[in-house]
């Protein structure tokens, strides 16, 4: 595979990646792939196995995991999965970009979390800080708040990010009790 082919295969694979992990795993899956490119430009030996036409998927499979159980294992099913994939298609060449890659896509997402918040109630500083604090934790990455008051919600919040929306308001709990009932 060309270079130019290793870079689309790739990018490929990290956004499926990317688009499976939780935000929470980020850190860890890239802390991986990273560690896997290193030990493929270093190892003579895995780049030889994992290339070479009479090695068995199974048996490349068995190496990659036993390499990955060296440094304490998979990090995430998703990860391994990845990786398995490209180990049997005999894309294993492309684990230094595919680490290049995922990293991008963290940085872009880690850039990029904006979000729209409705609360029931008036917002004040310490609840939009605190708020602030809670999402960046559980996103990964800094946030941006857009904080809107909708006393219609009743209680209870609504989160935007994108097309995603998440609602935790007592009038959304109503809505979804009041559409299971009518089933």
Known sequence: MSSARHTLVAKRYAKALFSVSAPADFDRAEAQLKSLGK?????RELR???LNPRVSDALRVATIDAVVASVGGWVTEPTKRTVHALVSLRKAAVLPELAEAFSRFVSEYRKSLSLEVTLATPPTDAIVADLKARLSASLGG???????????????????????LL?????????RLAADLTR
Request: aromatic share 2%; proline share 2%; net charge negative.
């Open 48 to 50: 030889e196995s994992m």
């Open 167 to 175: 609602d935790r308001s007592v009038a959304g709990t109503l809505q």
């Open 142 to 164: 800094e946030v941006t708040l857009g904080v809107k008051h909708d006393p219609a919600l009743l209680g209870g919040m609504t989160i935007r990010l994108g097309d995603k």
């Open 39 to 43: 030990a493929w430009g270093s190892s």
